[in-house]
């Protein structure tokens, strides 16, 4: 057989030629099919390959192994959607002023619910050689990259940007300015908080009772409800119980209804919400009591006044019977005072 054009060049030993062969006409029907072409290479003919593919299918490819990746250009494409999908996010700027006798780290807390791209800036005040200052960017316990630094005067910038775009990326973001001593400047970035009532909610069995949830200032994406079984969280299914009813006026609130209580509904129930960033939750604490309980401190008061009346007519009458006997006394002796006048006057 000819040899072929683009395979004049091979030189090895025998047993690896055949081998080799095969796999570049593999490779060149490969690059025919994703180009879409259904000619045949031009190395060889269709018949010829088909006619080599079927008289070496079964040789061994020994040691020689092809990896089939995707080059780094085949991604451009996605990262030119992601790019496209969050360049229209809003972005957030945030400060943080430091200076060399600031004797705390300087921290803010941070409220995001949906995705943004963000700046970080930290300002930096020294009367030192402001080029000394060593400066560093941390996210939690990693080291950052790519973040900038500028020097106006005796005041050092240093600026941070980056986008959010999932629960993972939020957290505590640090800068660390390095002179004489070390200073630093956090921004804590978490999802809006859930807001309920503080106190005990108080009710009687046989009633009904609404647990409210509030967000302020956010729309969360969904609200899920859970009761407090112990240490373990069970969701509150209202298609399960009837006695359970979840609503909301506004999407920044929610509402579980509670009917016909027992003292077994008493507890902690907790209020979830999801936003695009991660979830936030809230307790509710629930006490039911029957009707006898409010009448135990009367019952009581009660028993107090008797036992204080009863206390008060045992001295009464007491006092009553000394002052009889204090008078049978006196009487006795006034007669006895009158029968030895008579028997004096007789004599």
């Not at 250009?73 to 945030?94: A, D, F, G, W």
């Not at 200073?183 to 009532?197: A, L, M």
Request: net charge negative; glycine share 6%; hydrophobic share 35%.
């Amino acid at each position: 057989m000819r040899a072929l054009p683009g395979l004049r060049g091979l030189r090895g030993p025998p047993p690896l030629q055949l081998p080799l062969l095969l796999l570049c006409l593999l490779a060149a029907v490969r690059r025919s099919w994703a180009d879409g072409n259904t000619t045949a290479s031009p190395l060889t003919s269709l018949p010829i390959q088909e006619e080599m593919m079927t008289k070496y299918s079964n040789l061994s490819l020994g040691s020689h192994n092809i990896s089939l990746t995707a080059s780094p250009l085949t991604t451009l494409p996605i990262q030119e959607e992601m790019m496209t999908k969050y360049s229209n996010l809003p972005l957030e700027s945030h400060n943080i002023t430091l200076t060399e006798h600031s004797s705390v780290p300087a921290e803010k807390n941070i409220t995001l619910e949906q995705p943004s791209k963000i700046k970080l800036t930290c300002q930096f005040t020294t009367s030192g050689d402001v080029n000394s200052v060593n400066v560093t960017w941390k996210k939690g316990d990693e080291q950052l990259e790519n973040y900038c630094i500028n020097v106006t005067g005796n005041i050092l910038y240093t600026q941070y940007m980056f986008t959010i775009i999932n629960g993972k990326q939020m957290g505590s973001y640090s800068c660390f300015l390095e002179e004489e001593k070390e200073q630093r400047g956090t921004f804590n970035f978490r999802v809006p908080e859930v807001q309920g009532k503080h106190k005990p909610l108080i009710t009687y069995v046989g009633d009904s009772t609404v647990l409210i949830c509030k967000c302020q200032h956010c729309s969360p994406l969904n609200w899920t409800w859970y009761s407090s079984n112990g240490s373990i969280q069970v969701p509150v299914d209202v298609h399960v119980n009837d006695k359970y009813a979840i609503n909301g006026t506004n999407a920044n609130e929610t509402r579980l209804k509670i009917t016909q209580l027992s003292e077994d509904d008493k507890g902690s129930y907790w209020c979830h919400a999801v936003f695009q960033l991660g979830e936030s939750q809230e307790r509710v604490e629930l006490v039911v009591l029957s009707y006898l309980v409010p009448l135990k401190p009367f019952l009581g008061i009660a028993v107090e006044v008797i036992i204080l009346v009863a206390i008060i007519l045992f001295c009464e009458m007491y006092t009553q019977k000394k002052k009889m006997h204090t008078d049978d006394g006196k009487e006795f002796e006034q007669v006895e005072q009158l029968t030895g006048n008579q028997m004096i006057a007789t004599a």
